[in-house]
């Protein structure tokens, strides 16, 4: 018999509520079952927001994969539950990939490895990843009223500690921080001792580490964390959240004075000099030298006006290899708009599409009727206690507090799958738009895509692109489509090819000028 892991996952608290982790495993068990395969291991992440790839779990899931016991298969219920973000889902994957145990999907089937399979995950991810960025943004909105309403809603900073609220009074101090007994003194005494003007960060850091200053790991609190520490007026008794500060109800570990006389002593030490942004540069890794092969890197050259000249170059061949990031990322376009898709290919890519839809469809037609059965069901048993209550008096005020209660919580629970699940049809209707888009117009599907899904579309589509003098000069497509889709070996020229070229040369000089 063939052996399966099964990893659920639940991203929010409300939805533990809703016990989907269960259904989930059902499911999946059912579908194992069905189809031949023995349950050896079941993971599951739940409680915490789980966006990233710091999931328990998931972490002892891919560590079991590497073992190489014989795995055959990892079930999920769908993509979602791996990754929220395209990045993690492509580490994940090809984390599976290389142990050779394939992820299988049960409640969408097309998802298989072929390449229209592959194709139709990376859309699906993407989309996953956009679902997160909306989840996301509601979590930093009750952060944002957190802070506002004067409580810190991050991680609490060196010197505080989370403690429970003995007499809350509104919905955000349940959790407050407060001074930490050990550490406290030690930021006070680091105010001190800086705004003397006799130490640097680093000898302070020394000087507190003498004193018994440790960071919560046991170590020496190093210049970079004390350097952020006395510039951040959490310290004030104050909110940092966002670019804004905020009144906060928790205890100063230090006063304006002492602060002001920090910063300005800092300006002039000048120990927190900004770092120099690191440019994502879409094409990184996708361009190459036609002269010696290398990899073309990328950089910005600020002029004296002020103005900023972003490039690709070959670190080798240096002269002659400058071509703006602009100039080559629209060529790139331009290879978009040479792809010719297989007329199979893209009804292939159509009707899975279909699929897609209909599968949707029909998993939250029969996920509704579930939730809805089980709304009624709550909503008699409430009726029924009621009456127990106030009628038949087998049940005593405080009994029926009791249970109504719990009955309303479920019932909130309830409401929210169901929007839930409004969501995911809605997304489910911009993935199948999106593999429409894609089987009818690559190029405007690419031209149109947020930066991470342009990078994935790269990888989805091309190999690499070989230039030489700021033109691509070669295009090969990626191993898994290139038997789909076909390219000309070269694009036409363009009609203004030599003007933009010597606006190349132009830009070259000026840069060396
Ligand atoms: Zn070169």
Redesign the pocket.
């Known amino acids: 018999m063939k052996k399966a892991l099964i990893y659920a996952r639940v991203s929010t608290d409300e939805q533990v509520e809703g016990m989907s982790i269960d259904t989930q495993i059902n499911r999946c068990s059912r579908w194992a079952e069905e189809n031949g395969y023995a349950i050896v291991g079941i993971y599951k992440d739940e409680g915490k927001s789980a966006t990233n790839m710091n999931r328990a779990s998931l972490k002892d899931l891919l560590g079991r994969v590497q073992e190489k016991e014989g795995l055959d298969a990892i079930l999920v219920l769908d993509t979602d539950r791996i990754a929220r973000n395209t990045l993690d889902h492509l580490t994940i994957k090809s984390l599976l990939q290389k142990a050779n145990v394939p992820l299988i999907s049960i409640s969408q089937p097309m998802i298989d490895d072929s390449p229209e399979g592959n194709l139709i995950d990376t859309i699906i991810a993407s989309v996953n990843a956009f679902q997160s960025q909306i989840t996301g943004r509601k979590v930093s909105k009750v952060a944002e009223e957190k802070a506002k309403a004067g409580y810190y809603p991050g991680k609490p900073k060196t010197g505080y500690m989370n403690v429970i609220c003995p007499n809350p009074k509104g919905k955000f101090d349940k959790r407050i921080i407060d001074i930490d007994p050990q550490r406290g003194q030690y930021i006070t005494q680091a105010f001190n001792l800086y705004s003397t003007g006799n130490f640097s960060v680093k000898s302070l850091s020394d000087h507190l580490y003498e004193l018994g200053f440790r960071s919560n790991t046991g170590c020496q609190v190093g210049i970079s964390l004390l350097a952020y520490c006395l510039r951040d007026p959490i310290y004030l008794g104050k909110i940092p959240w966002k670019g804004v500060i905020y009144e906060g109800h928790h205890p100063a570990l230090t006063d304006q004075e002492t602060f002001t006389k920090c910063q300005e002593i800092m300006t002039a030490h000048n120990q927190n000099a900004s770092r120099q942004r690191v440019h994502n540069y879409l094409l990184r890794g996708f361009v190459?030298?036609?002269?010696?092969?290398?990899r073309?890197w990328a950089d910005k050259h600020t002029k004296k006006s002020g103005l900023v000249f972003e490039f690709y170059f070959?670190?080798?061949?240096?002269k002659g290899?400058y071509v703006g990031v602009n100039d080559l990322e629209e060529q790139v376009e331009e290879w978009f708009g040479a792809i010719q898709i297989t007329k199979e290919y893209a009804r292939n890519l159509v009707t899975r599409a279909k699929q897609i839809l209909e599968d949707y469809r029909n998993n939250s037609d029969n996920e509704t009727q579930i939730i809805t059965n089980r709304q009624s069901k709550i909503e008699a048993a409430m009726r029924e206690a009621e009456d127990n209550w106030l009628i038949k008096k087998t049940l005593s005020a405080e009994a029926f507090r009791r249970i109504y209660d719990r009955y309303e919580a479920d019932l909130k629970g309830i409401k929210k799958q169901l929007g839930q699940m409004v969501d995911s049809h809605n997304q489910s209707l911009v993935t199948v738009q999106r593999l429409m888009a894609l089987a009818q117009n690559i190029r405007m599907a690419y031209h149109e895509a947020e930066p991470s899904l342009k990078r994935f579309y790269l990888g989805l589509f091309w190999k690499k692109f070989v230039v030489k003098k700021g033109e691509i000069v070669n295009a090969i497509l990626a191993d898994e489509v290139k038997d789909l889709i076909s390219v000309p070996t070269s694009l036409s020229v363009p009609k203004n090819s030599t003007s933009s070229f010597l606006q190349r040369e132009q830009k070259v000089l000026n840069l060396t000028s």
Not at 288 to 294: E, N, Q, R, V
Not at 314 to 318: E, G, Y
Request: proline share 0%; glycine share 8%; charged share 20%.
């Open positions: 190459y030298c036609s002269d010696c092969g290398k073309l070959c670190k080798t061949c240096s290899s």
